[in-house]
């Protein structure tokens, strides 16, 4: 008998059809939005799980799947699940590295151009009818060329934002817990956050989320930031305290920033609504249809190594 499979998002049909000749697949192509209690009903009778980082997968669900043995999260990142307690009852997790990075990655950029030179708030303001003449002084922003970025976490995803710099002429600082081993070909220099900060006229978060890293921003660091610099998180809500920045944000300091994820989305601060410089957007840095696609296609790929009783391709904890 085939391996039980629940898929809890709708996914593209070619990967249903690369799992249907191993799995017995339970999905969701309708992409219905299934409580907590209809999840862990189930999951109940499955052998493997398919999740997005919206699915809590923590020890009540564990508890909930007793024949549970492979989690394939079609995400890069695994905060969202409980890596300890799936290790305790052996079962294998995997995630989706390095197919994402360069999507994400323009993404880092769309949000920083859009931030440094506003425009989200002067789009607004045109399409408000607002726009009767032309001035000098008209929504002036930040330079992105020749200045200098501060990327911080510098893996994979850090390093194509890296890359992209260059191109922009930009003095390049990153700070990361151990030297980037493509810090000289990045022509990258590593430095303290506290320094990364009060240097850096663009910040960008690419950082995964997890207890070290939670409000890793927050308020004495906003402070530490020029006036006219911008921060652009595409890593993970948390990894900003949302509050602070509004208030710091309001109070134009930093002058804009750039929001591709936030503190418990998709319900995020009504404070960074109401403000004009920041550029938001519904965490889609990986949103490109090649790119997404690949995404869930290793999460299949995965999952069907699993069912093969072959290595993972990309289990959690290394290759
Ligand atoms: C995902 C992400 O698209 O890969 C990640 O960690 O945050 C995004 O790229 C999204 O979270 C779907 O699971």
Known sequence: MKPRLLIT????????????????????????EWS????????????ALFVVTSDRVDAELL??????????????????????????RGIVVSNTPDVLNEATADMAWALLMAAARRVCESEHWLRAGQWKRWAFDQFLGADVWRSTIGI????????????????????????NRSAAPNEAELGAQRVSLDELLAQADHVVLVVP????????IGAEQLARMKPTATLINIAR??????????????AGRPAAAGLDVFENEPALNP??????????????????????????MLAAENLVAFAQGRPLPTPVGGR
């Open 9 to 32: 998002r709708q996914v593209f049909d070619e990967v249903i059809e690369h799992l249907t000749p191993h799995f017995e697949i339970q999905s969701n192509q309708a992409d219905e």
């Open 36 to 47: 907590r209690a209809e999840l862990l009903a189930r999951v109940a009778d499955k052998d």
């Open 63 to 88: 508890a909930a799947a007793p024949r549970l043995r492979i989690v394939a999260t079609g995400s890069v990142g695994f905060n969202h699940i409980d890596l300890a307690a799936c290790a305790a």
């Open 152 to 175: 911080i976490g510098m893996g994979r995803i850090g390093s194509a934002v890296a890359r992209r710099a260059r191109g922009f002429d930009m003095r390049i600082l990153y700070c």
């Open 209 to 216: 989320y997890s207890p070290a890293t939670h409000h890793l």
């Open 237 to 250: 809500g948390g990894v900003v305290d949302d509050a602070a920045l509004a208030q710091a944000l309001r």
């Open 271 to 296: 404070a960074l609504l109401e403000l004009p410089n920041v550029a938001l957007t519904p965490h889609i840095g990986s949103a490109t249809r090649s790119s997404r696609v690949c995404m869930a």
